[in-house]
């Protein structure tokens, strides 16, 4: 079933689409935008009004890496800056390289550079992983993080927001094609490498990402249409991909994509 309708926060020439696919349970919304920007002003809204009518006293979010995220950091730094209390937010993140916190290859790095040093949230409120650290002992030490700090559900650490991006293979986080296995994994954190260049990587597993409230992908670009054709079109083809398998348990599936992304959606 396919629902077409302007959204009046953005321009005329915006407009998203909401559709279910795969008959899923739980809630599931798809939103395509004109352009990139518009999507991650959308994002940025949906965040702040997650934020704001939450009565937690915190606020747990992980962070995507990649570049598809730069323009969302940047929204929220600048027109956010003043209207989130950002010291009930706690930051953390969906995966990381395992490089130096100052290397421009860190997702750290990008979020610190241009969301942290603007809104300058408590530093006891970053939660990075570290990737200067051995993989398989930071792996080890951010799940014990998580475990201290986070509500639990079936065990699993409950994020209320997780960031996810879409690679133009169908990964997301630090889950490649290939490494299914990791949406059955009980670990909650693992260190793993990328399947092509062998870059050592750190990623939340499957289950913790799937124990999430609220899940925002951000995909733009067209070199990404392929895969999300796959998964919202064809189980079969899409049964390779690890972005498939996002489905939260208990919360809310929203996927934000530009029309370039979308162009083979049916």
């Not at 409950?158 to 133009?168: A, K, N, P, S, T």
Request: aromatic share 12%; glycine share 6%.
């Amino acid at each position: 079933m396919i629902f077409i309708f302007l959204d009046d926060f953005f321009e005329k020439d915006s407009y998203h689409k909401e559709f279910n696919f795969k008959d899923m349970a739980y809630s599931t919304e798809v939103r395509i935008f004109t352009k990139p920007k518009k999507a991650s002003k959308a994002v940025a809204l949906e965040i702040y009004k997650l934020i704001r009518h939450s009565n937690q006293p915190r606020f747990d979010i992980a962070l995507s890496g990649g570049n598809t995220p730069q323009k969302l950091f940047k929204i929220l730094s600048k027109k956010y800056k003043d209207l989130l209390p950002w010291k009930r937010i706690h930051f953390w993140w969906g995966d990381e390289r395992c490089v130096s916190p100052t290397s421009d290859a860190s997702n750290f790095k990008m979020a610190n550079d241009l969301l942290f040093s603007i809104v300058q949230p408590p530093s006891a409120n970053i939660h990075r992983i570290k990737g200067e650290n051995p993989p398989e002992k930071e792996a080890q030490r951010y799940a014990a993080e998580m475990d201290k700090y986070l509500e639990k559900k079936n065990g699993m650490p409950v994020f209320d927001l997780i960031l996810l991006g879409m690679g133009d293979d169908g990964h997301t986080a630090s889950i490649f094609p290939g490494q299914l296995e990791l949406f059955n994994e009980e670990r909650f954190c693992v260190a793993g490498k990328h399947p092509q260049t062998g870059q050592n990587r750190i990623t939340l597993t499957g289950k913790v990402l799937n124990h999430a409230k609220n899940i925002f992908f951000l995909v733009t670009g067209e070199n990404k249409s392929g895969r999300l054709s796959e998964i919202m079109n064809n189980d079969e083809a899409a049964k390779l991909l690890p972005a498939y398998y996002i489905e939260p348990q208990h919360g809310t599936l929203i996927w934000f994509i530009d029309e370039p992304s979308a162009r083979e959606i049916k």
